[in-house]
Nanobody
């Protein structure tokens, strides 16, 4: 089992920045690829970013490329999502997830999920 706890969400003005953190406990964190997803009201959960278990490879959704970045610190069992140039359409609950498979943007690849953290971007 892996337990995931997100933090760092909040209210920010358009153009601002936030850094989300996801702390993992349980089985070996470095064995898992990690991902960030988001879900806005009335919409399906969508992929944001993913990172390989070593941190050597990342992938981002087109809508956030150039604005967001994902990183991890295996010594701290933590994955981060740096969000810059935020837009109102980035408003959503953000979830981190752990995958024992290859890192990907596919929701079904992920075995464990956090509870989510709310990000609200005002215009």
């Amino acid at each position: 089992q892996v337990q995931l706890v997100e933090s760092g969400g909040g209210l920010v003005q358009a153009g601002g920045s936030l850094r989300l953190s996801c702390a993992a406990s349980g089985r070996t964190f470095s064995s898992y690829a990690m991902g960030w997803f988001r879900q806005a009201p009335g919409k399906e959960r969508e992929f944001v970013a993913a990172i390989s278990w070593t941190g050597g490879a990342t992938t981002l959704a087109g809508s956030v490329k150039g604005r967001f970045s994902i990183s991890r610190d295996n010594a701290k069992n933590t994955v981060y999502l740096q969000m810059n140039s935020l837009k109102p359409e980035d408003t959503a609950v953000y979830y981190c997830a752990a995958s024992s498979h290859h890192y990907s943007g596919y929701v079904g690849s992920y075995d464990y999920w956090g509870q989510g953290t709310q990000v609200t971007v005002s215009s």
